[in-house]
């Protein structure tokens, strides 16, 4: 169990300055308490598990994927604890094949269409955007209600009007503003997501505003822009060294060489401030969610996860896909050590709420049309 007493509480209402007779007496400080989560999984453990899930769902020509993901989720749900006591993950491996068999047919629809109907193809693609809202709400209530802690399932509550309102009518000014409202709708989506989840009878709260999210993206986009200039003005200045030095306009080679190396790093660049972008936007949501009057905290760092998107990279290539679980398993646990709730009270004062199932169809489709759904 890690608990530790912290002396940094967030925020709390402030206390009047001045004390008059007959005002009752202040009320001590609260003591706030840092509760962990943390991961125990082993590579060598889950790479039983991925090798046999991998070798059953090819000779079964991926039937049996819907069971592999019920072993993989529950193997890492089992393993991510909380005060001490894993959560669990409760769905059945029948309701997610049927849910993939829905996906895997509208997707070959599409596919399919696209080689010889553009007409089609248009009216899938209006079809699958026009679903999108439904399958963000569903799919988040199938995975919230067959996740559980202490026996308490999560629960997400539906509201399909709020739904298409900021997954699909709010695309009409991000378009019109050519992006820049992007930020902001990122901001309205992630609140929608999060305020309407519940645990145990208890509301989440999602305690920022929309626009508190161009900080990191403006942070990111002139971290870019700033990137680009200096990668130019070293190239223009290698390509006018070598100029002077002699280099022939005729020769082609050594133009293609700059060319090539510039666009290396400016890729590179792409994918090095992503990660810290995903970083400081996972600190951003996470460190503003009120559970009830308790508060997540995370902690995850850009150059850290870097580090271990790098290194699982480089050993995934140079084990030829061999290492994926060891890869798995290295960011699962790094992940749950930036992770804690902080609460004043026992965790075990929230109280449970019975709900019927969910259908897996949703889902699946928004996780194979590639549909950000997580918090």
Known sequence: MHQDVIATPPPLPPAPSIELPGWPARPPALQWYEHRFQFDGRAGEYFRIWIVNLALSIVTLGIYSAWAKVRTQRYFYGNTRLDGIPFEYLARPWPILKGRIIAVSLFTAYVLASQFSLTWQLVLIGVILAATPWLIVRGSAFRARYSSWRGLTFRFVPDYGEAYIRFLLLLFPLVLTLGILYPWVQGKQKQFLVEHHRFGGTWFRFLLAPGRFYIPYLIAWGALTAWIIVVMMLVFGVAMGAAAVGGSPSDAAPSLWIMIVMM????????????????????????????????????????????????????????????????????????????????????????????????????????????????
């Open 264 to 375: 290396t790093v400016i890729y590179g660049s792409y994918f090095v401030i992503f990660v810290f972008l995903a970083a400081a936007l996972v600190n951003l949501v996470y460190n503003h969610v009120d559970i009830g009057g308790r508060r997540l905290r995370s902690t995850i760092k850009g150059h850290q996860l870097l580090w271990i998107y790098f290194g699982n990279t480089l050993a995934i290539l140079a084990s030829a896909g061999l290492l994926i679980p060891w890869a798995k398993v290295r960011l699962a646990r790094y992940r749950a050590a930036c992770l804690s709730l902080l609460a004043t009270d026992a965790l075990d004062m929230m109280t449970a709420e019975r709900r019927g199932e969910i259908g897996a169809a949703a889902a699946e489709v928004d996780g194979l049309f590639d549909i950000d759904i997580g918090l």
